[in-house]
């Protein structure tokens, strides 16, 4: 392959080095600026050299459409698509799951309220991603290739979050059996597991008050103070929607933890006007 | 100098077989002869298409590789569905009474019926998978920035649709899987702050609130057959086959996949 050489002094000119074949297929073709002949080549730019790649590409297009119509065509005459007996609204399964896309929401199911689980983590996590492209203050690395030097907080965030989806659909979909209890891959599904026997407490009202305004006071300050670099590039309103909802994506594991750790049901439960709002 | 020359000669271009020419080459969109009115036809269904450009750089070339064919292979696997759905269809009805025998017809006794229902199934699954790998890849490369954020945000909103296309097809079948997968689900509309019949500070009666739209009533029942059934065969797709189009339209109008092409 071509690869890109050097940057030149003068903006925007590149040296590009190929192999001869590739000058062989290249030099024939649209070149809009000067250019040496040679293998070594001094280009204005270095997307003056175009190929015609409606032609290429179509038939390795083509191609990979009739490779993988094959392999799913040989999969689905060895492996039946899922059918269980005839809907009845009577009989709850032990074992009802979603369908393996939306685990992730019913494994919050566990640790969260159904509004907080089905509906407004969902939401927080569609807002997030539509953000994205404005709250990412480097408007101009990366772009084209796979780099984590350059962009380390971006990609890490969004790895974190990415990763955090698909192993609570792993978990649900692998490591839970009746009841929506915790299974080791190596224990019975089909045996029924006892409850456990420690009850679940709630933080009092005023430590889950103190919890939450900690939480968010050092979400929000502290990388303010440490990473003062990191706050002047984004920007003051770019910052606290980032932190915040960063925080926010933070508490779902911290919330996980401290139910398995130590018991924790809630760690606030208000009562406003006979509603409860847990968190 | 000779021994060289003869081992070039012994490597043969994939371009340059018979078969590749006879099947790519001059047929699609090779090299056609200048009146030919078929390389006319085919530049102008390629110009009307702008899928792909009809020159691209050096540099633009080299950046496509096979993850960069992710969103390509979602496109691949929503006309593979819409295929097999259409072929689904003709022996499908939205009826609680018959939708789990058309199934269980498709399986044993209408030909190659479970070979599409199956085909159905497992695309429908790969492109979730792959959706959200394209997803992945977008971000890596940082395709989201400038131009390129509004048509960001049409992914998002691509992705929302085929996890809904593939939830509301999930009903269909109306076995025990279908119909306890699909209470869970709609389940948590139930539970909105305000809107939901049993979420906090709810202002709307249970059948009414907003859960019911898309159930059609308090619990999953023939309403919501129909509704998910008229969702998933032509509400979702046409939603997702306009989008699509501003999506790949938004690609070329940036100028390419992710840098200049």
């Known amino acids: 392959m071509a690869e890109l050489k050097e940057e030149s002094k003068e903006k925007g000119e590149v040296i590009v080095r190929m192999s001869e074949r590739e000058w062989e297929y290249v030099k024939n073709i649209n070149v809009k600026g000067d250019y040496k002949e040679g293998f070594e080549t001094l280009t204005p730019k270095e997307q003056d050299y175009t190929v015609k790649h409606l032609r290429d590409s179509v038939g390795i297009e083509f191609l990979a459409g009739l490779i993988f119509t094959f392999i799913i065509m040989v999969w689905s005459l060895f492996m039946d698509a899922p059918l269980k007996e005839l809907a009845n609204p009577a009989d709850t399964p032990i074992d009802e799951r979603a369908p ?91 045996v029924l597991k006892e409850m456990p026997v420690s009850e679940m407490v709630n933080f009092p009202i005023t430590g889950g008050i103190a919890f939450f305004v900690l939480y968010f006071g050092i979400c929000l300050v502290l990388p303010q103070i440490i990473f003062k670099n990191f706050y002047k590039t984004l920007g003051v309103v ?41 968190f | 100098m000779e021994k060289q020359s003869k081992e070039e000669d012994k490597k043969i271009d994939v371009k340059e077989t018979q078969v590749w020419k006879a099947v790519f080459g001059d047929l699609l969109f090779g090299e056609f ?47 593979l569905l819409a295929c097999t759905g259409a072929f689904l269809m003709i022996y499908y009805n939205p009826d609680v009474n018959s939708a789990y025998a058309n199934i ?18 497992w695309t429908a699954h790969l492109m979730v998978m792959f959706v ?10 940082a395709a989201y920035k400038p131009p390129r954020e509004l048509n960001w945000i049409v992914g998002v909103i691509l992705l929302v649709m085929t996890l809904l296309a593939s939830f509301t ?36 009666a249970p059948g009414k609130d907003v859960n019911s739209i898309l159930v059609g009533g308090t619990s999953v029942g023939q309403p919501t057959l129909l509704r998910f059934y008229l969702l998933h065969a032509i509400a979702i797709p046409l939603g997702i086959a306009g989008l699509m189009g501003f999506h790949f339209w938004r690609i070329r109008r940036a100028g390419g996949v992710s840098g200049p092409l």
């Open chain 2, 104 to 121: 269980e017809d498709m399986r044993y006794i209408v030909p190659f019926g479970v070979l599409i229902r199956n085909m159905h199934r």
């Open chain 1, 100 to 190: 393996w896309y939306f685990i992730g929401l019913q494994e919050m199911l566990i640790f969260f309220d159904p509004w907080l689980a089905g509906v407004i983590i969902p939401s927080i996590l569609l807002v997030g991603l539509i953000l994205v492209p404005f709250i990412d203050p480097n408007k101009e690395t990366g772009i084209g290739r796979y780099t984590f030097r350059d962009r380390p907080v971006a990609v890490s965030v969004f790895g974190f979050g990415f990763a955090m989806w698909y192993i609570l659909i792993i978990i649900g979909q692998f490591f839970r059996g009746p009841a929506r209890m915790f299974y080791w891959p190596w224990e019975d599904k089909t």
């Open chain 2, 33 to 79: 002869k200048p009146l030919s009115p078929f390389n006319s036809l085919m530049r102008g269904i390629a110009k009307i298409m702008q899928l792909h450009p009809y020159n691209m750089s050096v540099g633009g070339r080299r950046i496509i590789t096979y993850t960069f064919c992710l969103g390509g292979l979602s496109v691949f696997f929503f006309s």
């Open chain 2, 169 to 204: 097809g999930y009903l269909l079948p109306w076995d025990q899987l279908a119909y306890w997968g699909v209470t869970i689900g709609t389940s948590m509309g139930e539970n909105a702050p305000l809107l939901g019949a049993k979420g906090p500070f709810a202002i709307l």
């Open chain 2, 132 to 141: 959200a790998l394209h997803m992945l890849r977008v971000f890596l490369t």
């Open chain 1, 238 to 278: 770019r910052y606290y929607i980032f932190m915040s909802l960063f925080a926010i994506m933070l508490l779902i594991p911290i919330k996980i933890f401290l139910r398995y750790v130590f018991d924790v049901k809630y760690i606030l439960s208000l009562q406003i006007f006979n509603t409860a709002l847990n």
